[in-house]
């Protein structure tokens, strides 16, 4: 808040330590060791709002009002420092209890989606901080985000009366979009920027040839907006699974799921659509195969091929999503720690 005036340490790495010295001891210092000091002649320029309040209006304040003026907005700037840095750890657990999930590294595919039900039970004032919050991530800064386009995304979270997809645009590319579960802060492809909000609605559907790519640095839920679909990915130890008869059920009791082995893979794993040349080995199989060749062995008509989300990790595709797992990274009986994906419609 600009009110708690500038701090003297930010995230660590950027320190100011001559912050609460003021200018004249400064002087006096820099005089007894004889260091030579330059004046900026800008800093004496009215145009400047900064000047005009400590030429003009803080000695004002000081000879009419209270000569202790600016120990007393010192105090106040430190005791909101104190009390903004609380609201921030109150702000980001709230965050991420309405998280479902965060791609914030992907720059082709930037967004933050919480749940509608969990966002709508908090007080108006976290789930303005929340909103900010996800801006911030997206983003990077707050600029030209305003308390009216912060209040219409709000506005928008509560229309949940239908599976209509609904929408507002807000300054620099960033949309916020409403469907019945799920509130979703993302970054749009495009680079046309709105100066406002504009409310926008449609029917919630999949894209004719969707094209997707998320990084999931984590375990956790990733909700994927293309095909209105949630991937999760959890881990657990392995005596925590259901015992499988034989090879062929590693992959899951439903096609929907997979089980993986944990030391053979690392984080962070994309999903995304399928591209051309794709290969890999699938479960119970010794060779390599092409996408193509497996989708044709398996008839899978060309319109649905696009809609099997990809899993990837270090450039190996680990699990066709709803067919099949790559046999090199099934769980044995050696495996410790199992991670397992689940696709789930949204």
């Given at each position: ?96 209890q309405c998280l479902i999930s965060e791609n914030i590294l992907c720059e082709n595919s930037q967004s933050v989606v919480f749940s509608v039900q969990k966002f709508c039970m908090m007080h108006i004032a976290a789930k303005r901080r929340i909103l900010r919050k996800a801006v911030l ?170 809609l099997c989300p990809v899993l990837v990790s270090e450039n190996s595709i680990l699990w066709i999503a709803g067919h099949r797992m790559a046999d090199p990274f099934k769980i044995s009986p050696s495996t410790e720690t199992v991670l397992k994906a689940e696709l789930l419609l949204a």
């Open positions: 808040l600009g009110i708690s005036g500038i701090p003297p340490v930010r995230d660590t790495t950027i320190i100011r330590p001559l912050i609460q010295t003021n200018r004249s001891e400064i002087i006096k210092f820099l005089d007894i060791k004889g260091i030579p000091w330059v004046k900026d002649a800008s800093n004496n320029d009215r145009q400047f709002l900064r000047n005009r309040i400590r030429l003009d209006l803080i000695p004002l304040l000081k000879k009419s009002y209270n000569p202790e003026i600016i120990d007393s907005l010192n105090r106040m700037a430190s005791v909101l420092r104190c009390e903004e840095d609380w609201i921030e750890s109150i702000t980001t657990q709230m965050y991420n991530q997206i983003k990077g800064d707050l600029k030209r985000i305003q308390l009216s386009h912060i209040d219409d995304a709000i506005d928008l979270s509560n229309r949940q009366e239908s599976t209509v997809i609904k929408g507002i645009d807000l300054p620099d590319g960033i949309r916020v979009e409403l469907n019945h579960f799920h509130l979703t802060v993302l970054k749009k492809t495009n680079d046309k920027k709105s100066a406002g909000s504009k409310i926008t609605a449609g029917k919630t559907s999949i894209t004719d040839d969707p094209v997707f790519t998320y990084q999931i640095k984590k375990p956790g839920t990733l909700f994927i907006r293309e095909i209105n679909a949630l991937l999760k990915i959890s881990l657990y130890p392995r005596h925590c699974l259901p015992n499988f008869p034989d090879v062929k059920n590693f992959a899951g009791i439903k096609n929907t799921e997979a089980y993986f082995d944990m030391d053979l893979i690392s984080f962070p794993v994309i999903i995304r659509t399928p591209v051309a040349g794709d290969r890999f080995i699938p479960l119970g199989i010794t060779g390599v195969q092409k996408l193509k060749k497996f989708f044709i062995d398996h008839k899978v008509p060309k319109s649905e091929r696009k």
